[in-house]
């Protein structure tokens, strides 16, 4: 059995797309560590393992884009005292929870550090939007595990 032809896929596959090491995936498929090495350089894992991670984030940047457009656009409606059109406040509505579940998929697979400031929207600026924009207020108190000082 040609063990490059049954375990190469998979170990791919752990290595970009499961952010597992060399050693790990060695450890796990009971493959040689130099093999894996090996097959790493020859498939330039690394640099796919880069591009797929900034496929990501780039998803969020253009999610937050693509509501921040929406929201200028309804602003600009009720600025001017028109009639805002339900489909694009119940897409808006709809928009603002994935931030938080993009970023928490985001901060998981690129293990960020903690002392690195998140970027986009935090829970905060959602809840300021909400509050601000579509006149929702929350009952619960926003916490933050990390913040000392609940709000």
């Not at 060695?26 to 090996?38: G, M």
């Not at 880069?50 to 656009?73: G, I, P, T």
């Not at 409606?77 to 928009?95: H, L, N, Q, S, T």
Request: glycine share 4%; charged share 35%; aromatic share 10%.
């Amino acid at each position: 059995m040609n063990s490059k032809r049954h375990l190469y896929p998979e170990a791919e596959r752990l290595y970009i797309y499961n952010y597992m090491s060399v050693d790990s995936i060695a450890d796990k498929l009971k493959v040689n560590r130099k093999t894996i090495l090996a097959w790493k350089e020859e498939g330039f894992w690394t640099q796919r393992r880069k591009e797929y991670l900034k496929s990501k984030q780039s998803f969020h940047e253009e999610l937050y884009e693509f509501a921040r457009k929406l929201m200028k656009d309804i602003t600009a409606d009720m600025d001017a005292g028109e009639k805002i059109d339900p489909g694009r406040m119940y897409a808006f509505c709809r928009v603002l929870p994935m931030f938080t579940k993009v970023m928490d998929y985001e901060n998981a697979t690129a293990k960020k550090e903690p002392n690195e400031k998140p970027k986009g929207l935090t829970a905060d600026v959602i809840a300021q939007i909400e509050e601000e924009v579509l006149g929702i207020k929350r009952i619960n108190p926003i916490i933050d595990l990390n913040d000392d000082n609940p709000k």
